[in-house]
């Protein structure tokens, strides 16, 4: 145990952690150097740029003699997997707190550090980038000092790209992190910070030994969930994974034990032993739940049970992600999925596509809302769609978030305009050092999901960061705005939004649809409604579209042609009530704001 150091890396996205984290595995001789990132391994995140699930790595390295084990525990960097940081954080006695030279400290450095001095961990301070020209390491350098409270002879200035200060973290990593504690002869209780899905071997658990010991072939529960397993194989996680006969007190390692679908395994679960139970669990577990749902529909409706068959095999391995069947007179047959958050959608999106090859329609994303109905009951509803008859509902709730914004004095005003149009709420305003400035609101995550973040970064040209948790439900007034052609509803283009917004929103779906809607042989009437009242409306005006008209009524045939041509294009087309709408429109006005 003593000889044992479990740490992590907090920093905002880009600031360097994965590059950094590389060079540690190579000074260590724990791989060979390379040019490529080891630790990201999925295509995707590396394109990104973005841990998407954490790792860990076993590294050793002798220190004055002593040889030491060192774990870096990897952890996801974006908001949308939070709670995964949260245990990964919860299973280490230190963390590397790394900040970009010349972007300095930014809101998901400062969200990670706050759950990394929660936990009591060791924060070891470093400027990453300090190679670069625009490094400004002493400015940086106040920012860290501010927020630590520690000495400037504490932070290590670093680079990852060129080796700078690697030996000098490796150090502070045996110095200053103190090592594991716990009781060897205390019954079991190991932490489960995350988990993989492997296509020969099923779900393999990562975990953390808090107390006790754990030998192959030991029957053990996992806590939460109640169920009972065998290790089949135990073992510490180097490039690959070595198994071993037993892992003891302080050890991270995995455990692999049959368990076929992620959703048996849950993050921040404990392990014990079925014989010697550990009395309570590892605090701090929770169910993770979807944030943010959508419709995603097959482009060709044939597709559709592929599309099951994708998103079962995607679940496996991602035990947040969620779907069931709904339809849409729209869209025809998908499936409502729930995703943590906007970033968790987008991947699921493209993995669909890059791995499963399949062409899908993801509609607006929304949150969930709770209806409370007149005689007081409560349900949970993931679609507008879904809404019961509004003069059933008493009130509505909707999912509030903390929000933290941090950018420079100058960004203030606009920033605060735009959160001001997403009814934020101001909190407080606290400054860094300098012309910086961190910024909290409350807001309904309702506005954020729609175009909150791409809006925040063209108002502040890229110099604001943003990071958020969510804060209880609150009652808001919420109307679900219908849209009619010809005086039938199209349920797929239905919204749940702001009473104070709502008519500007019919208006402005209105007209998009009218740009989008080709004329037909008759009048078509578009109207906004919320329940019974129309609050906006267009008119496409009718056309006699005579095709055959431009052939002079000679040639036969080439008549017959045209007609053809025109009963296909009607294919394309989605009959809604007696109006056609060509999908393309229809899907461009699910893309509106
Ligand atoms: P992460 O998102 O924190 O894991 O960041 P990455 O390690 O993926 O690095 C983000 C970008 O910064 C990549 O393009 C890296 O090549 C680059 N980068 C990382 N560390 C350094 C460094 O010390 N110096 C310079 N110049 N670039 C770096
Ligand atoms: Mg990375």
Redesign the pocket.
Known sequence: MKKIRNFCII??????????ADRLLEFTNTIQVTTG?ML?DMDLEKER???IKSHAIQMEYTYKGEKYILNLIDTP?HVDFSYEVSRSIAACEGALL?VDASQGVQAQTISNLYMAIEHDLEIIPII?????ASAMPEEVEDEIVELLGCKREEIIR?????GMGVEEILTAVIERIPHPEGDEEAPLQALIFDSVFNSFRGIIAYFKIENGVIRAGDKVKFFNTGKEYEADEVGVLKMEMVPRKELRTGDVGYIISGIKTSKEVKVGDTITHVARPCSKAIAGFEEVKPMVFAGVYPIEAEEFEDLRASLEKLQLNDASLTFQPESSLALGFGFRCGFLGLLHMEIVQERLDREFNMNVITTVPNVSYMIYDKQGEVKEVHNPGGMPDPTLIDHIEEPYIKASIITTTDYIGPIMTLCLGKRGELIKQEYISGNRVEIFYNMPLGEIVIDFYDRLKSISKGYASFDYHPDGFRPSKLVKLDIMLNGEPVDALSTLIHFDNAYDMGRRMCEKLKELIPRQQFEIAIQAAIGAKIIARETIKAVRKDVTAKCYGGDVSRKRKLLEKQKKGKKRMKQIGNVEVPQKAFLAVLKLD
Do not use: F, P, R, V
């Open positions: 920093a905002h996205i880009d600031h360097g952690k994965s590059t950094l990132q990201d740029g973005i841990t960097g790394i990453n980038k300090c190679d670069m670093a680079s990852g790209k060129t």
